[in-house]
Nanobody
């Protein structure tokens, strides 16, 4: 019913930049919070950044000052601009959306399939 499609991952050198996009589609009534999580091999999934419907943002300490999260409500899309990338940023990045579906607006959490980010030394 609802799909989250991530794009923008890839291979970059340390100090480089990437921009991730997440597009939500389907029978969406409204979107509350959207965010990005990441999971490195052998590690637990962790929050990277989240943004509310009003534009308030929350970042993990490890990415503050380097990553910027924004959203385009008209396109149901969230963007993660990642600058000054470090090897420790290497992970699969997953988009998560807290949204309401259908005409009754039932609330659910949805996850994307993930996009891989690799930062070389």
């Amino acid at each position: 019913q609802v799909q989250l499609v991530e794009s923008g991952g890839g291979l970059v050198q340390a100090g480089g930049s990437l921009r991730l996009s997440c597009l939500a589609s389907g029978n969406i009534f409204s979107i509350d919070t959207m965010g990005w999580y990441r999971q490195a091999p052998g590690k637990q999934r962790e929050l990277v950044a989240a943004i509310s419907s009003g534009g308030s943002t929350n970042y993990a300490d490890s990415v503050k000052g380097r990553f910027t999260l924004s959203r385009d409500n008209t396109k149901n899309t969230v963007y993660l601009q990642m600058n000054t990338l470090k090897p420790e940023d290497t992970a699969v990045y997953y988009c998560k959306a807290d949204l309401r579906v259908g005409i009754r607006g039932y609330e659910y959490d949805y996850w994307g399939q993930g996009t891989r980010v690799t930062v070389s030394s």
